[in-house]
């Protein structure tokens, strides 16, 4: 398979069954939209706690420096809540990405 058909099923993958993710160590920009969308569809159907479950994959992602952004702004917020517990930068990134304007209506250029 090519490099765009791995991506493109590990995204599927990730839609179908957020916690792929937590397997990924260096998850592209296209994977986190994913997972975005995943969060934001938790959100949407009222299912918070499997949509905290989704940011705190998120957020251990991002403890690797090598993990691209998917989302200006969001490296800089969890690095800002580092010293924080849990639940209280959970709730920082849900609702970062519910602040950011149409963040789950990216759609990427080949």
Partial sequence: MKPDEIERRICAAIANTPLVFAHIVNPTPAMQRALFGV?????????????????????????????????????????????????????????????VQSPFDVIEMP
């Fill in 39 to 99: 969060i934001e569809q938790r959100l949407r159907h009222r299912h918070e706690r499997e949509a905290a479950q989704c940011a705190a994959l998120l957020i251990a992602a991002y403890r690797s420096p090598d993990v691209p952004e998917a989302m200006p702004g969001l490296r800089q917020l969890i690095d800002s809540t580092s010293e924080a517990e849990a639940p209280a930068r959970i709730r920082a990134v849900l609702a970062f990405l519910n602040d």
